[in-house]
């Protein structure tokens, strides 16, 4: 559910129109509604009621807005981070370094050293190289940095390719069939204090099963940990629980994933983690855009629109769905092409849609645009960087400013061999 509502004849964000906001900031512009991120946050946690010790990191990757890590903050969540970059931005919200998770395939020694200095509370290793050398780089400081392996648990989690992470044949985490001899390597070093296990198996997962499978393998895992001596006291489960992108879709939400895990950990006795992403932030956002105009096509109309690719990949680069609504509608549907203005044909939000009739000078929304929206943005075709708002109840506020083709310009420059 979420906070993007109709109410006389105007889609409000919360109790903002947003017409205010298209007036004031132009568009494109994401609006997130913090009722929304609060719920989600909330419900999560409702959901983990059945376990007895838990941690919630959420995955800055699928919103890094400061704004959006201090709701969370807020409502007691820690942080998965996976750069430097998303780093300094839960330490600029505030986020303990004992509350941060740091994952990731490419960890640089640069990155390592800084997460540690930031006293971070888990390093998800993704490679027993890695492992080597955090224990150097933490042994040099006179330290022990606080571990957890991650595992590939070969495991298919039903989604698309370029999001799955769990095969075999994926670049995450160590291999299943290696994974314990590793840690046994691991946990011998001083640097090291190897707490436990981790695994993600993809995102946008609509399915309980592969995450089922999954969990049931790493319990195994855990077990012949246990029994070789190692205390295994946490397990990382990662995050991956899909959200609907589709007016009316009905997907396995919070309540039935937490009776899931709960059953599938009774006897663990381990804190377990997790990394929800999406499922906080999907739902939480729209991207506000404008049509440009809308001219005649072979098989429908083309609604060029001044969003683009470059402020919402998803569509061109994962094939994904958005819903489409006009922020006024007034009942007329059309069925068309709703494009940007991107000079690729790959900048094309849906194809033959039945949508609110709209006309050239109209406001509309990319629903669900909350998560993997912004943070994804560039400047192709040398567009601005998307701002980014934030709605409370009647308020708002700019979260995250447009950068403009100008300000991106100055950071250019000819080299004298050129002048
Ligand atoms: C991306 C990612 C997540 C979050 O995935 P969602 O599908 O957004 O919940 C969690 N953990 C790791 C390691 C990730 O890479």
Redesign the pocket.
């Known amino acids: 559910m979420d906070h993007f509502e109709i109410k006389h004849g105007v889609l409000h964000a919360e109790d903002v129109p947003l017409p205010a906001i298209a007036e004031a900031v132009g568009t494109p512009v994401y609006v997130y509604a913090r009722a929304t991120l609060t719920r989600h946050a909330r419900v999560f946690r409702e959901a983990l009621g059945g376990l007895p010790r838990f941690h919630i990191a959420f995955?800055v990757?699928?919103n890094p807005n400061l704004a959006v890590l201090s709701v969370l903050k807020r409502e007691g969540y820690g942080v998965?981070v996976?750069s430097e970059g998303e780093l300094l931005r839960a330490l600029a919200a505030g986020i303990a370094g004992d509350d941060l998770v740091f994952?990731?395939v490419g960890k640089t020694t640069r990155e390592l050293g800084l997460a540690l200095d930031a006293g971070l509370g888990q390093f998800?290793l993704e490679s027993e190289e890695e492992g080597i050398e955090l224990a150097q780089i933490a042994a040099a400081r006179g330290r022990r940095a606080v571990c957890a392996l991650?595992v590939n648990p070969d495991v298919d989690a039903g989604t698309h390719a370029k999001?799955s992470?769990g095969k075999a044949e994926n670049k995450?985490g160590v291999a299943y069939d290696r994974a314990a001899a590793i840690y046994a390597r691991l946990a011998a070093l001083d640097g090291l204090e190897m707490r436990g296990l981790?695994v993600?198996i993809?995102?946008?997962?609509t399915s309980l099963e592969p995450s089922r499978a999954a969990f049931v393998k790493m319990g195994a895992l855990m077990r012949t940990l246990r029994g070789a001596g190692f205390p295994v006291t946490h397990m990382d489960l990662?995050?991956?629980?899909?959200v609907p992108y589709r007016l009316g879709e009905v997907l396995p939400g919070p309540a039935e994933y937490g009776a899931m895990v709960a059953e599938v950990t009774r006897d663990w006795d381990a804190t377990i983690l997790f990394?929800?992403?999406?499922?906080i932030t999907g739902n939480a956002g729209v991207l506000l855009t404008r049509v440009v105009r809308v001219k005649p096509g072979v098989t429908a109309p083309f609604v060029v629109v001044d969003a683009a690719m470059n402020d919402l990949i998803r569509p061109a680069m994962y094939g994904a769905w958005h819903d489409f609504a006009a922020v006024r509608p007034d009942g007329r549907r059309m069925t068309a092409n709703i494009v940007g203005p991107v000079c690729e044909t790959g900048d094309t939000f849906a194809m033959g849609r039945d949508i609110d009739a709209v006309q050239a000078g109209d406001l509309a929304v990319f629903r669900t645009a909350g998560?993997?929206g912004a943070t994804m943005a560039s400047t192709y075709n040398s567009r601005a960087l998307v701002p980014e708002v934030m709605v409370d109840g009647d308020r708002w506020a700019v979260v995250a400013e447009r950068i403009d083709p100008a300000t991106i310009l100055a950071a250019e420059r000819v080299p004298d061999w050129l002048a």
């Open positions: 995955s990757k699928s998965d996976t994952s990731g998800n991650r999001i992470t995450f981790a993600h993809g995102s946008q997962i990662g995050g991956g629980l899909g990394e929800p992403g999406r499922v998560a993997y």
